[in-house]
């Protein structure tokens, strides 16, 4: 079992920046692909981002492209999403997502995807 705790959420403006922790404990973290999702009232859960284990490959999903970065440090089991030039649509309860590699090497970028969740934590970007 993998427990994940998100922080770092918060209130800010439009063209601010936050960023997310994602701190994992549990089973070694160390062979799990992390991603980031988020949900706003009224709308399905949908994909940010999410990288492997070696962050050899990692993935956005168009609309924070260029704005948002994912980044980890296996070191303290620990993502990271630095999100930069926020946007309202932005707005979001932001949950961090952890799946055990295999093989074939994939990244999810739906919600069953993956097999463990945080409890979120609140992302809100006002105009």
């Known amino acids: 079992q993998v427990q994940l705790v998100e922080s770092g959420g918060g209130l800010v403006q439009a063209g601010g920046s936050l960023r997310l922790s994602c701190a994992a404990s549990?089973?070694?973290?160390?062979?799990?692909?992390m991603g980031w999702f988020r949900q706003a009232p009224g709308k399905e859960r949908e994909f940010v981002t999410a990288?492997?284990?070696?962050?050899?490959?990692?993935q956005y999903a168009d609309s924070v492209k260029g704005r948002f970065t994912i980044s980890r440090d296996n070191a303290k089991n620990t993502v990271y999403l630095q999100m930069n030039n926020l946007k309202p649509e932005d707005t979001a309860v932001y949950y961090c997502a952890a799946r055990p590699e295999r093989l074939p090497l994939v990244i999810p970028s739906t919600p069953k995807g993956y097999d463990y969740w945080g409890q979120g934590t609140q992302v809100t970007v006002s105009s």
């Open positions: 990288i492997t284990w070696g962050g050899g490959s990692i």
């Open positions: 549990g089973r070694p973290t160390r062979s799990y692909t």
